[in-house]
């Protein structure tokens, strides 16, 4: 029997994905979802495939950006399945980052959705995790949050802020007996990866992802890096001086910009 056998999962952006993927995975292991994206027509039909699988799933659509939403959300998700053992923090967006059409409002909207949308998924569903001295609080971030990556400021930024705030929660929540689980994934086949023009190393496909994001998650991992061959090179570079990050970098940009 999975660890995640009846658990009670509220998922965002699970209308597409990895966030898709995550919910069929999921339903396979026994837990029960709630599922909040923007768009309900994707939301039912995803219901229907975990419902296909013998699962159970609760349709709760809304916008991350939305605080006074995510808190209806939360309390319908109590309310109706009597809790929330597990929190994923999944809705995200990328957006490339040009020097040359620097767009503050862009950068902070990008931000709004991963940082601020996983906040406030955490806000609305911390307090009743606390009431119980139980739960775990899974935020999806990026590799690319370890390092600052060409064309990516942006993104890299606001998974940079979800990484460091994990790190940060993570100490005060243990003397409350709530997890927190932060995930780093490379690159995943999904809508959002479809987007870019490069080659993109150690490509994964969606289920794949799913099925090592919930055995992380199911193991009440501090952190999830993936692949392994694509999370070493990152951390490699973390480790560099900063001269010599600059100079690899400088070169595999100046790369893609002529392929
Ligand atoms: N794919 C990768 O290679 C990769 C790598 C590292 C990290 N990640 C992270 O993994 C997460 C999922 O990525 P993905 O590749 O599955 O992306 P995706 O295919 O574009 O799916 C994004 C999901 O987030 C939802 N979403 C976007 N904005 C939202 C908002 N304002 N409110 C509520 N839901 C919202 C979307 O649904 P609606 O449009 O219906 O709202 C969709 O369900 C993201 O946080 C992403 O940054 C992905």
């Given at each position: 029997m999975s660890n995640l056998e009846g658990k009670r999962?509220?998922?965002?952006?699970?209308?597409?994905?990895?966030?898709?993927?995550?919910?069929?995975?999921?339903a396979k292991q026994g837990?029960?979802?709630?599922?909040?994206?923007?768009?309900?027509?994707?939301?039912?039909?995803?219901?229907?495939?975990?419902?296909?699988?013998?699962?159970r799933?609760?349709?709760?659509?809304?916008d991350v950006r939305d605080l006074d939403r995510m808190k209806e959300v939360a309390e319908e998700i109590v309310s109706v399945i009597g809790g929330v053992d597990i929190l994923i923090a999944n809705a995200g967006t990328h957006v490339f980052?040009?020097?040359e059409e620097f767009d503050t409002s862009e950068y902070l909207e990008l931000m709004d959705i991963n940082y601020g949308g996983t906040l406030r998924c955490i806000e609305a569903i911390l307090p009743s995790m606390l009431e119980r001295k139980s739960g775990q609080i899974v935020g999806v971030a990026s590799l690319a949050g370890l390092r600052g990556l060409p064309r990516a400021a942006a993104y890299c930024a606001s998974k940079a802020a979800i990484i460091n705030f994990f790190q940060s929660m993570r100490i005060h929540l243990r003397d409350?007996?709530?997890?927190?689980?932060?995930?780093?994934?490379?690159?995943?086949?999904t809508p959002l990866t479809d987007k870019n023009d490069f080659h993109m190393p150690c490509l994964i496909e969606a289920d794949k992802a799913a099925r090592i994001m919930?055995?992380?998650?199911a193991k009440g991992r501090d952190e999830i890096s993936f692949p392994i061959p694509f999370s070493w090179t990152i951390r490699l570079l973390r480790l560099l001086p900063l001269?010599?990050?600059?100079?690899?970098?400088?070169?595999?940009?100046?790369?893609?910009?002529?392929?």
């Open positions: 999962v509220w998922l965002t952006g699970a209308s597409l994905g990895i966030g898709r993927a995550l919910a069929i995975e999921l837990a029960i979802v709630a599922l909040t994206a923007r768009n309900k027509e994707r939301l039912v039909e995803v219901g229907k495939e975990v419902e296909s699988l013998g699962g799933a609760l349709i709760v659509p809304g980052s040009k020097p409350h007996n709530i997890g927190v689980t932060v995930i780093n994934p490379g690159f995943v086949r919930c055995s992380g998650i001269p010599i990050y600059n100079w690899i970098m400088t070169r595999v940009w100046r790369r893609m910009k002529d392929n």
